[in-house]
């Protein structure tokens, strides 16, 4: 399960116009510790923000799941009651829990969290649906965590999609060559054998 925090970041913004401003935003980083956290955020900040910024805020987030589009410009917050049963009370029970959907109005955001939920098999409420002050999600992605190879290693060669990949290859055409300029149709003489083509 991913474990999900907001960050708050301090800088001096420039506008349109060309005038400066401080600003404090907030955005959603996938980590897996608060020090993570600080880490992942730092490194995509150098690569947004050009001059200096600050790390102001973190602290871990409730929302449980994201749901990102290309063509969301707003992330909305929704807050989702799901109905379950509390089988010692013998009373329904509502768990709340919330959810971050990228969509470009309300009403985009309310269809895009339905068809995301669309898996949930007990019945469930949404019960507030808000514009958050989350202006962008960095989750951790396969990339992300892929260590480099130590220098006394070589990385491992990709290796043939398929044996016809193979049979077509230069090298394959090139050994198949040379295993034919190499073979002898004669099989070697035992020790005690005479060699007749010889002593014709």
Do not use: C
């Amino acid at each position: 399960m991913q474990t999900w925090f907001e960050v708050k970041v301090k800088y001096v913004k420039v506008d349109q116009d060309g005038r400066e401003r401080k600003v404090g935003e907030s955005y959603l980083v996938d980590a897996v510790s608060f020090t993570d956290a600080e880490a992942r955020i730092i490194q995509q900040m150098q690569q947004i923000i050009r001059g200096e910024f600050q790390i102001d805020n973190i602290k871990k987030s409730n929302i449980v799941e994201i749901y990102p589009a290309e063509s969301g410009e707003f992330w909305y917050k929704a807050r989702i009651a799901i109905v379950t049963i509390d089988e010692k009370a013998g009373k329904e029970k509502k768990v709340n829990n919330y959810f971050l959907v990228a969509a470009d109005d309300f009403k985009e955001a309310l269809q895009r969290l339905e068809e995301g939920l669309s898996y949930i098999l007990v019945p469930y409420h949404t019960t507030s649906m808000t514009l958050s002050n989350i202006v962008d999600v960095f989750p951790y992605f396969a990339d992300d965590q892929k260590q480099q190879v130590p220098p006394h290693l070589k990385p491992v060669a990709p290796q043939k999609e398929s044996i016809d990949d193979l049979l077509a290859s230069e090298e394959f055409e090139e050994s198949e060559e040379d295993d034919e300029a190499n073979f002898d149709d004669d099989p070697p003489i035992a020790d005690g054998e005479i060699d007749d083509d010889n002593n014709a």
